[in-house]
């Protein structure tokens, strides 16, 4: 755990957030072990702006990993920040309800699954031929 958040840490420090000034890191680990980073790229149109678990995820997609063991959210200001509802959409095309996610409270990180945070995601099991 605490080798993501400081992964998640290191990351947030090449964020680009000139408009919000709201600097966010992830790093998440894979089925194998690896850990993958990504901070946050803001635009000045904010709908096009990526956010750190979306440009970790796609680097270790990338990759060729589709299994994920945990990912560590951090901001500058150490706040406990989450991953927002889209970001939590993405991790569920991936990642079940037991996925781990760390949070980074400063001198504490608190953990919580997926599936707490986002109880009932879209699924393609819920897509139909309509």
């Known amino acids: ?43 000045s149109n904010y709908s096009n702006s990526l956010h750190a678990e979306e440009v970790a995820l796609g680097e270790a997609v990338r990759r060729g990993h589709r299994e994920f063991e945990a990912i560590a959210v951090s901001s500058a200001a150490r706040d406990g920040v989450t991953p927002c509802g889209m970001c939590r959409q993405t991790l569920a095309e991936f990642c079940d309800r037991d ?25 393609a099991d819920r897509l139909t031929d309509g």
């Not at 781990?100 to 699954?113: C, F, I, L, P, S």
């Not at 997926?114 to 699924?123: D, N, V």
């Open 99 to 123: 996925f781990v996610v760390y949070t980074d409270h400063g001198d504490a990180v608190q953990e919580r699954t997926l599936g707490q945070l986002l109880p009932e995601p879209m699924s």
């Open 1 to 43: 755990m605490n080798d993501l958040i400081e992964a998640a840490r290191d990351a947030l420090e090449n964020a680009h957030a000139p408009y919000s000034e709201y600097h966010v890191g992830a790093a998440i680990r894979t089925a194998d072990g690896s850990v993958f980073a990504g901070c946050n790229v803001e635009n």
